[in-house]
DNA sequence: AACAATGGGTGTAATTGGTACACAATTGTA
DNA sequence: TACAATTGTGTACCAATTACACCCATTGTT
């Protein structure tokens, strides 16, 4: 629990510094051993967990807004970064509207009224990333797609229309480069789209498919070690990629 | 130009009223004589033209924001609207903020500072919409989208994005329910399709795609009257369109 | 009344793309 | 060196899309 001078100090600070009303929530997916994880927040002073956000400084584009707070959070900058929705009940944030009512005054608490929370999702590389907590938060930490714990607030809903958006991208864009390490096999890609799909794809067509997008680069060397057939390492065409990024690719999966 | 009275007003009204730093606006796609129309309003003060637009209550839903303001401005409730970005570039409405500040103070304009816009699309039917401008504005008035004129502030920024993303959205979505009357031929459905992708489409393939969507009903009456043979009418069956607007289409155009 | 012109309704062959497999090759281990 | 596991490549089949051809209905013209 803060007292009530870290809030006030907290409160007066914020005022000054950013856009009231307004606040981002980012919801920053990473890939680690065949697993999809999400970074996420243990409140200090509350049972559940939070997605990492912040607020809009009062000049202040609201991309770099986020790009801002999602490097605060993991230190990465300039990562993949998209926004998704506006999620603008205005009870969405009531629990926080709430809690401090008997310590502090309204007027001088920044959290005491309604805030419209822009979404925004990332892909970031899991190894580039040192998960930092804000200071309203014990832990942050990569949290498993299968294993989420209790969520506060509205983000629950950020989360999964995230994941939603996500899964419909993945129809008509490239994905991979922000989250696979710089060489990687074609069946290491495939566990990434498996994992963010929820499900099985055929291994041959997967590779054809993938190939015919032309955004690999087959590299010459083999991962070698495995307990098996070595398999090709490969690369992203970054131009390709990026000219797939805008153009869009043929059709879904 | 508004008078100084005037302005301060309406300044003292919203400041009550709406959240500060908020505003949505809106495309709205009508359909007419086989153009495609952009609802647009010309400016009182200004050379150029705006897009429908209004802020958040205190305590509403920005959903239901988003309807207030097209309801005021077309005198249809609740029809097909989709949030398709945030536009929050600190500079963006500079031009607004600076109008007025030589004959009003800073504190006393509600315009005079920067507003984070919420963009919606909408798509309505033409002759159900009558366009009612708002106090700044003159006109209010459909718009050939061939024939646009200059935009005020990011509103071309706006326009563009919108229309992008309905034409993404045709390709895993049905639309028309919103933008055809009740009852129509085919080639006039065919019409719609092609004035949003903006290309000609195959007659034939048109209509047995459209058709195998299932979501269209055939009405056992022809439109009588053209110079050539009598097309036969169909209307949406509601039921699967919904339905298909949930799950969405096979695959695109 | 015959006929051309125009636009609408329906069918079909060719092509493309996706799916479901089979089989050979490579690697570490027993 | 045989074996299990996994990767690389090929191919047959089915479904969807594309590109057409042909016929029908209506109107205006002669």
Same mark, same amino acid.
């Given at each position: 629990?803060?007292?009530?001078?870290?809030?006030?100090?907290?409160?007066?600070?914020?005022?000054?510094?950013?856009?009231?009303?307004?606040?981002?929530?980012?919801?920053?997916?990473?890939?680690?051993?065949?697993?999809?994880?999400?970074?996420?927040?243990?409140?200090?002073?509350?049972?559940?967990?939070?997605?990492?956000?912040?607020?809009?400084?009062?000049?202040?584009?609201?991309?770099?807004?986020?790009?801002?707070?999602?490097?605060?959070?993991?230190?990465?900058?300039?990562?993949?970064?998209?926004?998704?929705?506006?999620?603008?009940?205005?009870?969405?944030?009531?629990?926080?509207?709430?809690?401090?009512?008997?310590?502090?005054?309204?007027?001088?608490?920044?959290?005491?009224?309604?805030?419209?929370?822009?979404?925004?999702?990332?892909?970031?590389?899991?190894?580039?990333?040192?998960?930092?907590?804000?200071?309203?938060?014990?832990?942050?930490?990569?949290?498993?797609?299968?294993?989420?714990?209790?969520?506060?607030?509205?983000?629950?809903?950020?989360?999964?229309?995230?994941?939603?958006?996500?899964?419909?991208?993945?129809?008509?864009?490239?994905?991979?480069? +922000?989250?696979?390490?710089?060489?990687?096999?074609?069946?290491? &890609?495939? #566990? =990434?789209?498996? $994992?963010?799909? /929820?499900?099985?794809?055929?291994?041959? +067509?997967?590779?054809?498919?993938?190939?015919?997008?032309?955004? &690999?680069? #087959? =590299?010459?060397? $083999?991962?070698? /070690?495995?307990?098996?057939?070595?398999?090709?390492?490969?690369?992203?065409?970054?131009?390709?990629?990026?000219?797939?990024?805008?153009?869009?690719?043929?059709? /879904?999966?």
């Amino acid at each position: 629990m803060l007292t009530k001078e870290e809030l006030e100090e907290f409160s007066a600070e914020a005022h000054a510094l950013y856009l009231d009303y307004i606040s981002i929530d980012c919801v920053v997916f990473g890939f680690h051993e065949g697993q999809m994880k999400v970074l996420m927040l243990k409140s200090k002073n509350e049972a559940g967990w939070q997605l990492p956000g912040g607020f809009v400084q009062k000049v202040e584009p609201i991309d770099v807004a986020a790009n801002r707070i999602l490097a605060t959070r993991t230190g990465i900058d300039d990562v993949f970064l998209q926004q998704f929705r506006v999620f603008g009940d205005p009870d969405r944030n009531r629990q926080h509207n709430e809690m401090y009512s008997d310590i502090i005054a309204k007027e001088k608490n920044f959290f005491a009224h309604r805030f419209i929370s822009i979404g925004y999702y990332a892909l970031v590389d899991f190894f580039n990333a040192i998960p930092t907590p804000d200071e309203f938060s014990e832990i942050c930490t990569w949290r498993d797609l299968n294993d989420l714990p209790p969520f506060l607030l509205d983000h629950e809903l950020i989360f999964t229309t995230a994941l939603d958006t996500l899964r419909l991208q993945l129809s008509y864009q490239p994905i991979g480069y +922000n989250l696979m390490p710089k060489e990687f096999t074609m069946p290491e &890609l495939q #566990k =990434l789209y498996e $994992t963010i799909l /929820g499900k099985k794809l055929d291994r041959r +067509n997967f590779q054809r498919r993938m190939l015919g997008f032309g955004i &690999l680069n #087959k =590299l010459p060397q $083999t991962r070698k /070690g495995g307990a098996h057939k070595a398999p090709y390492l490969y690369s992203f065409d970054l131009e390709n990629y990026q000219a797939a990024l805008k153009e869009g690719l043929k059709s /879904g999966w």
